[in-house]
């Protein structure tokens, strides 16, 4: 299995200023016939299921604010949020759909300051 | 607008079968563009994928659960199912229905609103 890891596990930003969120995977994501990763990330809000942010390590799903970005390629990604909105409360997973057993990284909690 | 949306018990005993299903609108599930999975979430905890199923009911199962688990797909009644056996109070958990895309698109861009399972006696 690929092993997801994020960090960090939770993280306090005040509003207006930017939140970085990162994740590695133990072995590369990155399909080399395509030059895509397989990694996407999502938002979780309480009481609600994760809703889908991010795929291919960089694109952004349909109407989700362009405050949200990602990053990286192989083995090292990134998400930035780049002026925290009081909205973005959430915990927030990657995701590599590289191979199965899909796995998930363990979440990283987001507050505001 | 693709919805999905799982039902079934919430309260199961130990050592007996967890079934849920989950019925999809705004979509076929007999659609080869995707995959149909659950995915659970134990309370506080993180997301684990349990498997998927494919229109032509072709399953991958998550190897972990594998021995204890069964998807199955209606197309007849546009929805697909979850077995779970021999179930523990760690299989407690709120559980996912997903859809998923096929041919490397695996990423899941809709939920269902999810079902808490209590294993209890």
């Known amino acids: 299995d690929i092993v997801m890891t994020q960090s960090p596990g939770s993280l306090a930003v005040s509003l207006g200023e930017r939140a970085t969120i990162n994740c590695k995977s133990s072995q590369s994501v990155l399909y080399s016939s395509s030059n895509k990763n397989y990694l996407a990330w999502y938002q979780q809000k309480p009481g609600q299921p994760p809703k889908l942010l991010i795929y291919w390590a960089s694109t952004r799903d349909s109407e989700v604010p362009d405050r949200f970005s990602g990053s990286g390629s192989g083995t090292d990604f990134t998400l930035t949020i780049s002026s925290l909105q009081a909205e973005d409360v959430a915990v927030y997973y990657c995701q590599q759909y590289y191979s199965t057993p899909y796995t998930f990284g363990q979440g990283t909690k987001l507050e505001i300051k | 607008q693709v919805q999905l949306q799982e039902s079934g018990p919430g309260l199961v005993k130990p050592s007996e079968t967890l079934s849920l299903t989950c019925t999809v609108s705004?979509?076929?599930?007999?659609?080869?563009?995707?995959?149909w999975s659950w995915i659970r979430q134990p309370p506080g905890k993180g997301l684990e994928w349990i498997g998927y199923?494919?229109?032509?009911?072709?399953?991958n199962y998550n190897p972990s659960l594998k021995s204890r688990v069964t998807i199955s797909v209606d197309t007849s009644k546009n929805q697909f199912s979850l077995k779970l056996s021999s179930v523990t109070a760690a299989d407690s958990a709120v559980y996912y229905c997903?859809?998923?895309?096929?041919?490397?698109?695996?990423?899941?861009?809709?939920w269902g609103q999810g079902t808490l399972v209590t294993v209890s006696s």
């Open positions: 705004g979509d076929s599930v007999s659609s080869g563009s995707y995959y």
């Open positions: 199923i494919y229109y032509s009911g072709s399953t």
């Open positions: 997903a859809r998923g895309g096929a041919g490397g698109y695996d990423f899941f861009d809709y």
